[in-house]
């Protein structure tokens, strides 16, 4: 007999096997749960996992409660001091529930490292991510996991060498024309607006010139005085994209719920900015061939070009890259000159480091022998680490070392697809791993100290960040030149106390107000 339309069906009939469906997804769903559950049991047994310690809140289910308080922390920029606050609070490795996800934060460096290091393989990215950060940067290296992500690294290499970062005549020239759009009289200078451009400025940064003709072999020309509005666009544009991946991000599974007029229109004007660029490295790569490799800076616009990648590719790539050169460079000049305004007294030490100079500009060696220098910028790392939390999400069942327990000293369970996010500025104040001034300023410190996974402001591991080198010696270079030009630099009132600009990266959210006389 023919089966009959549902709808045919008597009353009873459909009642009967509705609820016959709705008790097979039930208990398929009870089944998959008693799955799990077993499958966790036994690879907490076998690891020597205990039960990790939460974070008290008052919505366990959904996790409304800790959103609310993130929000109004990251509205006061005090987002950083008060997940500092957490740790401190309940535990250095603690899971909390928000917006219905589990969630686990540490700032252990043992968990650290196993994210970054040991159990590497096990955690990645994540299609987060990627979902928040494709609209402006495509997949890249900053986004990217598995085979893409090794692609784009070896590509990216070879522009962070010993060699290309040692070539410090683009430094000079950007230093020469951030110099000329600064009074000199003692009049105040908002530097930071030179340094890294807030979204809600129209300033102008001398690392994105330096970043782009290090990367595409072409400057943004945003320094120039006369800059083109297009350079100009281009600069709010990147500006404005960067903190809408942030503000994405923040939002966790409500990221389809951001909405800025300007965000798109701001991602259209970064790629139709870039796109010419490409246009022509994929020209000069033709011509190019014909020159020895050794007469040639490697720049990653040709070296990609060379190896027959897509337009769409190139420009994704470059704008990952550009993420990181810009961001960590410009966060990092901020919080130096910041420290340099707010302590005279070691500015006098950084003194005697650039006197033995004599004026004359500095080598990379000679950047490399400036004991007490390097001792600021890492000093500088360590209280104000350009990305001041990250996270990974692990791609299987895996543990983390410590945090399991009432003493925290035990394994803890990581289920596949768990969020970790861990803190690195936490991880640098904490008094037992950096003493009892672990919150004081004080570059001498490191004539000592030999850390190892305590101190991570650049990463660790196979995703390092490839360009540090860069940004301390970018860093190191401005330094020496501006005391070199200056014989005072001052902060325009002094007691200023730093607080939080956060996007992806972190920088000096008071501004860096200084006044230069020669």
């Not at 001052?490 to 020669?518: D, H, M």
């Amino acid at each position: 007999m023919a089966f009959r339309d549902w709808k045919q069906l008597p009353v009873s009939q459909t009642i009967f096997l509705t609820a016959c469906a709705t008790c097979i997804v039930i208990l398929y769903a009870l089944y998959q749960t008693w799955i799990i559950d077993r499958v966790r049991r036994r690879l907490e047994r076998q690891w020597g996992c205990k039960p990790l310690r939460r974070a008290p809140q008052k919505d366990p289910i959904l996790g409304i409660d800790i959103f609310i308080t993130q929000a109004k922390a990251a509205g006061n920029r005090k987002y950083l001091q008060t997940v500092q606050q957490w740790f401190q609070d309940v535990a250095p490795t603690f899971g909390v529930r928000l917006m219905g996800d589990d969630m686990i934060f540490t700032n252990e460096p043992r968990n650290i490292q196993a994210m970054l290091v040991t159990h590497f393989k096990a955690f990645e990215i994540g299609e987060r991510r990627r979902h928040n950060s494709r609209q402006l940067l495509g997949i890249g290296i900053f986004n990217a996991d598995g085979k893409d992500w090794e692609h784009g690294r070896a590509l990216v290499r070879p522009n962070f060498s010993r060699k290309q970062v040692s070539d410090l005549h683009i430094f000079e020239r950007h230093t020469q024309a951030l110099k000329q759009g600064i009074v000199a009289d003692g009049s105040p200078v908002e530097m930071q607006d030179w340094f890294f451009r807030f979204v809600s400025s129209h300033s102008l940064t001398p690392t994105l010139d330096v970043a782009t003709e290090y990367l595409f072999g072409q400057s943004s020309g945003v320094l120039a005085r006369d800059a083109t509005d297009r350079a100009k666009t281009f600069a709010w544009a990147f500006g404005l994209g960067i903190d809408g991946i942030s503000q994405r991000t923040r939002l966790g599974k409500l990221a389809a719920l951001y909405y800025d007029k300007d965000y798109t229109k701001a991602c259209r004007a970064v790629h139709e900015y870039v796109e010419p660029m490409v246009a022509k490295a994929m020209t000069q790569a033709a011509s190019a061939e014909k020159l020895p490799e050794n007469d040639e800076r490697y720049t990653l616009l040709v070296q990609m070009a060379r190896e027959g990648t897509e337009p769409r590719v190139m420009r994704d790539q470059v704008l990952n890259v550009l993420v990181a050169a810009r961001d960590t460079s410009a966060c990092l000049i901020s919080a130096a000159f910041f420290r340099i305004g707010q302590h005279p007294d070691l500015v006098k030490l950084l003194r005697k480091d650039v006197e033995a100079l004599g004026g004359a500009l500095p080598t990379y060696d000679d950047i490399k022998n400036m004991s007490y220098l390097n001792y600021f910028i890492k000093e500088c790392l360590r209280m104000h680490p350009p990305v001041p939390l990250n996270a990974r999400v692990s791609r299987e069942n895996t543990f983390l070392p410590l945090g399991g327990g009432p003493d925290g000293q035990s394994p803890v369970y990581v289920p596949k697809g768990t969020l970790c996010v861990y803190q690195i500025y936490s991880m640098h104040r904490r008094k037992d791993l950096w003493g009892h001034d672990a919150e004081v300023f004080n570059p001498s410190r490191w004539e000592k100290v030999r850390p190892t996974f305590e101190y991570l402001p650049f990463n660790a591991g196979p995703r390092i960040c490839p360009g540090q080198q860069f940004a301390i010696t970018e860093t190191a270079y401005l330094i020496i030149r501006f005391l070199q030009e200056y014989s005072s630099i001052q902060a325009c009132e002094e007691g200023v106390t730093w607080y939080e600009n956060l996007t992806l990266t972190c920088s000096t959210g008071p501004g860096v107000w200084l006044k230069f006389c020669r």
